[in-house]
């Protein structure tokens, strides 16, 4: 009992710091990667999974991604991450330096993960499939959405067609914008052409979208409407994985990174947006690592699938780069971070995790 209240009145006390202080983050992008397993994320490509049964032309894929130093693999593989986010940013995930990230939920699947990302605690109880089902649960979107100055300014983009009940936009009226889908209303020339080409390029995806899509259709919408809450899921590393193909994982991996440091790039050239917005980037769920084929797949029944990461970029991040100390941070710790890099103290009817301290400066 002592130790909730202490958590509860330091959470209060840096909730009114951060008031206080006012923080120059006027504006928050989420950023999560399908099923992106820490191991690449801090080690990049895995020289075991670099074979023919994973991959269609190995040679190429150890020309473009292999060599004997992790550091530099992880470089290869993610550059934005490993150049801007490690000297402005923080990374928590790296359980080689005792540096740990863990779900909460007990699923450890996709919309159990992102319920808990969202809302800030797990579910365990209402949220155990990834069928297309309201969540009855209130998120932090919803919650930012309400409050004054935001209204009309959260907006989502996803691949993955089941968002738009993850988020529940029909409770909420948040534009969630997911899968096979067109942009509508007053088009730009951009979005005109994606809109024929998302008909045109074939998708081995199914109902859900090429991340491509995703990130240009939010890209035109961020440019075109300023929000200050925007959220970006990609979701081709988890299909690719369960696809056991190893060379797309990674090559989605790389070309998100790269989405990443276009947005950044943009972010920082922006009068409405630069030195006023901070990036979380983070995953769902993690993946097998014990046999070989366990990095396609993920569930309660896998060992290490609870395993996930963060990424923090913004103004008032601390730049620590890799953080190396023996930390645990959980899932459920993003929905209340967010709010508070906007000041904004975020409840629901459950408990929502802690707010991640080290994340903001004080």
């Known amino acids: 009992m002592k130790n909730k209240i202490y958590l509860f009145l330091l959470v209060q006390s840096f909730i009114g710091f951060a008031q206080a202080q006012k923080l120059k983050t006027e504006n928050v992008i989420l950023i999560t990667l399908d099923g992106m397993r820490w191991q690449e994320i801090f080690s990049g490509a895995e020289k075991r999974l670099i074979t023919k049964k994973f991959v269609s032309d190995s040679a190429q894929l150890t020309k473009k991604f292999w060599t004997e130093s992790a550091e530099k693999r992880r470089e290869l593989l993610m550059p934005f991450f490993w150049s801007a986010i490690k000297q402005q940013g923080q990374l928590y995930g790296n359980r080689t330096l005792g540096n740990k990230v863990n779900v909460t939920n007990n699923q450890w699947f996709s919309y159990p993960g992102y319920n808990e990302i969202l809302t800030g605690s797990a579910d365990n109880?209402?949220?155990?499939?990834?069928?297309?089902?309201d969540n009855p649960n209130k998120n932090v979107l919803e919650f930012i959405n309400q409050q004054k100055g935001f209204e009309g300014?959260?907006?989502a983009f996803s691949s993955w067609d089941v968002f738009p009940y993850i988020i529940n936009s029909r409770r909420n009226g948040i534009p969630v914008n997911s899968g096979i889908v067109e942009a509508k209303g007053d088009l730009s020339l951009t979005e005109e052409f994606l809109n024929e080409l998302i008909h045109e390029v074939p998708d081995p995806l199914g109902e859900t979208r090429l991340d491509g899509f995703t990130f240009h259709y939010g890209f035109e919408y961020l440019k075109k409407n300023s929000p200050r809450v925007l959220y970006f899921s990609f979701d081709e590393t988890d299909d690719f994985a369960h696809e056991g193909k190893y060379d797309w994982y990674l090559e989605?991996?790389?070309?998100?990174?790269?989405?990443i440091r276009q947005l950044w790039t943009w972010l920082q050239a922006s009068e409405k947006y630069k030195g006023k917005t901070t990036l979380i980037i983070t995953c769902d769920h993690g993946r097998g690592n014990k046999a070989d084929s366990d990095w396609r797949d993920h569930g309660s029944k896998m060992p290490e699938c609870d395993q996930i990461w963060f990424a923090f970029l913004g103004p008032d991040t601390e730049p620590l780069g890799e953080v190396k100390t023996n930390t645990q941070l959980y899932q459920n710790q993003v929905a209340k971070t967010l709010a508070a890099y906007l000041t904004l103290n975020y409840t629901n009817e459950h408990a929502p995790g802690e707010i991640i301290s080290t994340a903001i400066k004080k």
């Open 125 to 133: 109880v209402h949220i155990t499939s990834n069928d297309k089902f």
């Open 153 to 155: 300014k959260v907006a």
């Open 252 to 259: 989605s991996a790389h070309y998100t990174d790269g989405f």
